[in-house]
Every structure is written in structure tokens, then in C-alpha cells.
């Protein structure tokens, strides 16, 4: 049985092999006799307790440990970080700019319903365009579907309106289509005041109890924009300008030794070049926060921060749920035992560099660097917060694998070679050759390399099977 210890504080090592009748591969072992109540240590921190004696060699998992995760807690702010070194290498890629000076990597004409009454018609609107043959150069028609806009309270209404007003104004959308239905909480006229001002050619609005015949009127707005995306073309832009989002969803164990760890390198490369990248789902740093916190670059980073994550659980806690039970049945199966274990694997992503900036659900990025995002660790949810606060894709982790695309551009990079293999309609790059001799720097450049093509205009799979998923997060009351 081949083993690995990741740190050397540990007391248990992952399974690497398959020749362990008694246990699975990505679960872990023992490496010295662990007593009851006392510590069990992965990545060099506790990822629970020990609800029996566990001897050394034996299979360590839920069934003999616990999560030590209860509620809400106060933090010494003790910083420990260092500045990341630049890269000066006048590295780019051939993006669309956009006349306010942000840069998009997509071209497409994007349908934001006001409220979910109008899905339909934007479905339908959009297939009649996409039937008739769109410009080379616009690269799809999307309708972003959601049932909120109406019969929601207080800060629901309101996160629902700031999701989709900052989606309005999304780069990669080179012309975008807002549709409401007329009686709706979220009138036309309030989202408008909410979007603020934006080009007339590049965004119009249409309320569909006002016209005849509202099939015809969305078409003939959709025409009108997409004369004007037509006329966008690509140019090199430097990467200072990208912005990538940071998710994982069906983990294993091997997600924190390898596509976590491979993706918080490519964060670290691009923050190096003056880009940024945004690290969300809050529930998954429970456990491992203080890494996060350490890591803020100021006293006022830190103090936001630990408001973030507290916020959070006291919000499990106000509806009578457990803070530390978070790891899915799929997770447990691949070798996750507690939620601490899965976070400590969750916070690789963000890599080494200092925390700049912690932003609120629904807000856009405001800062280079590393930004920590208020959100859910809901995939759909959390690559759709990732997509409204202006990321312009999203680098997606995954042990167990899954199919899902968002608003804007999915990589999905998996954390083992026998998902790559098997799920090659999914995946898009494979980090399990970091368990079979691959060095992280070899991989961590040929992975960014990658990148550059995806924000150039290479479609990820999720974007060639034409998965678009998108999700609010809905706290409050329906009416």
C-alpha cells in the first residue's frame, strides 16, 4: 500500500495506490497509534477528532472521526504573508476591449430576464436567432433563466436585482438584452435606475406587456444588437487585465494534492502578472479560515474577513443547521472525512498570495490581487456570484466530475487521471499527472498557457455542450 504525507506534522497519509483491500484509494491511514478525543492531522492542521482509538495502520474516515467545528468564534489577527514577486513577460491574450476600458473574452448577446415570468420567450427568442445563423465573431446567444424577479422580500428582492444589473454589464457580453414583463416587484424602471448608465447600442430594454407582439419585439432588439457585437473584434490585451474565478465541486481527496493545489499556482502566476483572481464559497474555509485570515493585508481586510465567514455561520445556525456538516455523500465516498478536511483542501486554490480585498454577495471586483467573495459553496450559486462580481471565467476543480457550465467560461480540471479519461466530454484539463511525476512548475505553466488560449477564444467543454447554468442565492421568503 503506497502512502502520502503531505506534511510532516501529520498523524494519518493518504492512500495513493490500489492494492489496499482495507482501504480505498484517497482515503487515509494512520501513521502512529491516535487516541481517543485526540487530534488527527492533515495538510498540517486538525480535520477533527478521534471518536475512537484508532491504531496505527488503520483506515481513518467518519466512521472513527469528528468534525470540531461548532459556532461562531473570534480570531487574533497575527499576519503571515509574504508580497508575490512580479512577472514582467508582457504575456497576453486576445481579448475583446470594451469602451469603458475593461476587456471582455467573449462576444456573446446575453437575454437578462427581470423576472422569471419571461424565461420562455427569451428561450424562445434566443433559439430563432441562433437558428438563423449568427456572425462568426458573436459567439453565442444566451438567456440567463432564473425564477426570482417577483414575490421575494427585503434582501432577497434586492440580492436578486444586484446579481442581475451587474450581469447587465458584463464584459463578455457584447450586447445585452434586458426583458420584463410589465407587473413584476422588479420593475423596469427601478433596474434601470439600478444599472445606471450604459451604451444604448450595446444595451436595450424591453417590457413585454407594453407590445403587441413580444416575440417579434425581442427579435428585433436582438438584430439590432447584434449588428453592433458584430463589428467587435479581438486584439491583444495584457493578462493584468483578466480575472478569473476560483470553485470546487465534487471533490475527493485528491483535490487538495493536486487540481486545487494546480489552480492556486495559476492564481499565484497571474496575480504576479497584475490580474486577479476571486475565491468564494465560505462554508468550505470553515476549518481552515485562519489561512485565509493570516493572510489579509490589513488589520480592515481581517476585520471583513472574519465578518464573512461568522456571518455565515451564524446563518447555519439561525436555521438550526450544523456548521461542520458540509461534506457531500460523493465527497465522503472519494476520501473526504470532515468538513475541516475538505476545506483544507479548499483554500490551495487561492495559493500564497495576500488577501487585498473581501467583497460582499453580489459585488464587483474592485482590486487586483486575491479577492475573498461572500457566497455559498452551491456550485451553480457560487459560479454565478463569481461571474456577477465580473470574473471572466471560472476555474472549476473536480474529484468526482461534473457536467456544469455558467455564465461565463467553466475549465473544469480534475484532480485524478481516471476521471480525465473517462469523462473527456467534461473535463478540460487533467491535474492527476501531479501524482504520477509531473512537477507543479511544468504543470502550473503549461496549465496558465491554457488559460491564455480559453480567454483567446478556445471554448471550454461545458461551453461546447452548451451547458449554461445559472442560480441565484434565495435566503428569504416567497410570496
Not at 436582438?222 to 495584457?238: I, Q
Amino acid at each position: 500500500m503506497k502512502t502520502l504525507k503531505i506534511n510532516e506534522r501529520d498523524n494519518v497519509a493518504v492512500v495513493i495506490s490500489d492494492d489496499s483491500d482495507k482501504i480505498p484509494r484517497g482515503h487515509k491511514t494512520a501513521l502512529v497509534p491516535i487516541e481517543k478525543g485526540e487530534a488527527v492531522i492533515k495538510y498540517g492542521f486538525p480535520i477533527g477528532y478521534a471518536t475512537e482509538t484508532i491504531e496505527a495502520g488503520d483506515w481513518v474516515h467518519d466512521h472513527n472521526v469528528k468534525t470540531g467545528l461548532s459556532g461562531v468564534q473570534e480570531y487574533p489577527y497575527e499576519p503571515d504573508f509574504r508580497l508575490p514577486g512580479r512577472i514582467a513577460d508582457g504575456k497576453t491574450f486576445m481579448g475583446y476591449p470594451r469602451a469603458n476600458g475593461d476587456v471582455g473574452i467573449r462576444n456573446e448577446l446575453w437575454i437578462v430576464p427581470t423576472v422569471g415570468c419571461v424565461n420562455g420567450l427569451a428561450e424562445k427568442a434566443a433559439a430563432r436567432l441562433c437558428a438563423e445563423g449568427l456572425p462568426d465573431n458573436v459567439d453565442d446567444v444566451v438567456v440567463l433563466a432564473h425564477p426570482y424577479g417577483c414575490s421575494q422580500l427585503g434582501d432577497d428582492h434586492e440580492a436578486s436585482r444586484t446579481i442581475l444589473s451587474a450581469l447587465v454589464k458584463h464584459p463578455n457580453a457584447g450586447g445585452v438584452l434586458v426583458v420584463g414583463l410589465g407587473c413584476e416587484n422588479n420593475t423596469m424602471k427601478e433596474f434601470r435606475e439600478l444599472v445606471g448608465e450604459v451604451d444604448g447600442d450595446r444595451v436595450k430594454f424591453l417590457v413585454t406587456q407594453a407590445v403587441e407582439d413580444e416575440l417579434e419585439a425581442c427579435g428585433r432588439l436582438l438584430h439590432e444588437l447584434c449588428e453592433t457585437a458584430a463589428k467587435d473584434r479581438r486584439g491583444p490585451v495584457p493578462v493584468s487585465k483578466l480575472r478569473i474565478g476560483l470553485k470546487c465541486g465534487g471533490s475527493d481527496a485528491f483535490s487538495g494534492l493536486t487540481a486545487n493545489a494546480l489552480v492556486g499556482a495559476v492564481s499565484d502566476r497571474l496575480i504576479a502578472r497584475g490580474g486577479s483572481a476571486v475565491l468564494t464559497e465560505i462554508p468550505e474555509a470553515f476549518g481552515a479560515e485562519t489561512i485565509l485570515f493570516n493572510r489579509c493585508v490589513s488589520k480592515a481586510v481581517f476585520d471583513e474577513a472574519v465578518n464573512v465567514v461568522n456571518d455565515f455561520k451564524e446563518y447555519f445556525l439561525s436555521h438550526g443547521e450544523p456548521v461542520g456538516e458540509n461534506p457531500s455523500p460523493g465527497n465522503k465516498a472519494g476520501g473526504i472525512t470532515t468538513l475541516e478536511d475538505k476545506s483544507l483542501g479548499c483554500v490551495q486554490k487561492g495559493g500564497t498570495a495576500p488577501l487585498n480585498d473581501v467583497l460582499r454577495y453580489g459585488a464587483r471586483v474592485r482590486k487586483n490581487g486575491l479577492t475573498l467573495l461572500e457566497g455559498p459553496g452551491n456550485d451553480i450559486v457560487a459560479v454565478t456570484a463569481l461571474a456577477a462580481a465580473g470574473c471572466h471565467m471560472v476555474l472549476f476543480t473536480t474529484g468526482r466530475g461534473t457536467p456544469l457550465g455558467g455564465p461565463v467560461p467553466v475549465v473544469k480540471i480534475a484532480s485524478n487521471s481516471a476521471l480525465a479519461e473517462r469523462k473527456k466530454n467534461w473535463i478540460d484539463f487533467n491535474a492527476g499527472v501531479l501524482m504520477e511525476g509531473r512537477t507543479m512548475d511544468g504543470l502550473g505553466d503549461a496549465f496558465f498557457d491554457d488559460l491564455v488560449d480559453v480567454a483567446s477564444g478556445r471554448k471550454t467543454r461545458s461551453e461546447e455542450n452548451g451547458y449554461r447554468d445559472f442560480a441565484i442565492w434565495k435566503q428569504g421568503v416567497t410570496l
